[in-house]
């Protein structure tokens, strides 16, 4: 009777901690410039990510991005990245932009992928939000997918991980 308690109890636990984790890494904010800054800055602070493979803290950046930069990638991205793989739908890189000083937060800049969102942009969604979260563009910018499209053949991404 005992052992049957036990596995009974193990096995609901399992159930539960899979199904509670499962869900949990499914949620992702719809393409909305106010929905993916919430899910960024609330739900899943980026702050709490890791630095993209190679691009750890402050780096000299490259226009139109900020004289310095700290990108930041969600687990999925990390994952792929540290695996040698393409990003997958769900990846998550964010871009912090600092001005020539080092200190000034300017812009925040995601990329955000997510299936059958933009075929024509890689599937990525791009935002842009001033350091309060302010939506400056988000979605299919122009600008984005016109620079960015010169790095088709690596995802769309201009920052290659180096894997470790």
Request: net charge positive; hydrophobic share 35%.
């Amino acid at each position: 009777m005992k052992v049957s308690f036990v596995l009974v109890f193990a096995f609901l636990t399992a159930v539960t901690f899979t199904t509670t984790f499962s869900k949990a890494a499914e949620v992702l904010p719809p393409a909305d410039g106010a929905k993916v800054w919430s899910h960024i800055s609330k739900a899943n602070p980026y702050l709490g990510w890791g630095f993209w493979p190679g691009y750890y803290g402050l780096k000299p950046g490259k226009s139109p991005h900020g004289a310095y930069v700290k990108v930041y990638a969600n687990g999925i991205a990390l994952k792929a990245a540290r695996e040698g793989k393409p990003l997958p739908n769900g990846s998550i890189l964010v871009k912090e932009n600092y001005g020539k000083d080092q200190k000034t937060l300017m812009a925040v800049t995601p990329m955000y992928k997510i299936n059958g969102y933009n075929p024509e942009g890689g599937d990525w969604f791009w935002g842009k939000y001033g350091p309060d979260g302010t939506v400056q563009a988000a979605g299919k910018p122009k600008g984005c997918i016109e620079c960015h499209s010169v790095q088709k053949d690596k995802g769309w991404v201009f920052l290659q991980p180096e894997v470790e």
